[in-house]
């Protein structure tokens, strides 16, 4: 649920290979084939360095505009905005409407927008991207949920910004050196369903908050266990009866 930043690599030097797994009840293959085609495609595409995929259902999207979020300076503080690289928006929507909230972003802003069968969730969407874009991909490409980047995790609210500790969006638009960048928040160890969570997602000004991608033991939860996450149930419901 977290945004997710990565280089692109060069396609004579990656393989995508495409593996028959299992995502809860959901095929890898199954949903490339639902979305073999875009249904509905609109805005002018904008060659950008710095592009953002956002999985779009409902969401507001005016925070787009804000230019924080629209432009990137080179880490050492460019002030001026003509002097910072402007970021490109894919915005991917499962949800009805989708189109009429795209009116609300700045015609400034380099976006795109899509359509996509509701299936899958934000990793489907994220895939589809990947796929369907691997020979034209941007240079930096940021994978994020619609929702207006904000601190904290509340569940499936749709208002939740997704953000851990005092890290900023800003930190996922900015080119990392060594080609990725995903702070960890949550850790996880199947099947037996035992999870730790990153401490700075849920405490306000917690103590221990750090920019740190995975930072030490003091910053995590206790393993707690939930009998409902899917790849619980869905091991058990995999294995063979007594």
Wanted: negative net charge.
């Amino acid at each position: 649920t977290h945004p997710i930043a990565t280089k692109r690599l060069s396609p004579q030097n990656t393989t995508l290979t495409l593996m028959p797994a299992t995502f809860g009840p959901l095929s890898l293959g199954l949903l490339l084939c639902a979305s073999s085609a875009l249904s509905k495609s609109v805005g002018v595409e904008h060659p950008s360095s710095v592009e953002v995929v956002l999985a779009h259902y409902k969401e507001n999207l005016t925070w787009i505009g804000d230019t924080k979020h629209s432009r990137l300076g080179n880490g050492a503080g460019v002030e001026d905005e003509e002097e910072q690289e402007e970021v490109a928006y894919r915005i991917y929507s499962k949800g009805e409407g989708g189109e009429a909230l795209l009116s609300s972003v700045p015609s400034s802003i380099r976006a795109s927008f899509s359509t996509l069968p509701n299936v899958g969730r934000e990793s489907h969407t994220y895939l589809f991207h990947i796929v369907s874009r691997y020979h034209s991909l941007a240079d930096w490409t940021v994978f994020s949920q619609a929702a207006e980047p904000g601190w904290g995790f509340r569940g499936h609210d749709s208002t939740s910004g997704h953000l851990t500790d005092n890290i900023t969006f800003q930190d996922y638009l900015r080119p990392q050196p060594d080609g990725f960048y995903m702070p960890m928040s949550a850790a996880a160890t199947f099947p037996q369903g035992l999870q730790s969570s990153r401490l700075g997602s849920f405490i306000v000004d917690y103590e221990g908050n750090t920019a740190d991608i995975c930072p030490g033991t003091t910053s995590w939860s206790p393993w707690w266990f939930d009998p409902m996450h899917p790849h619980v149930t869905l091991f058990r419901d995999t294995q063979p009866q007594a």
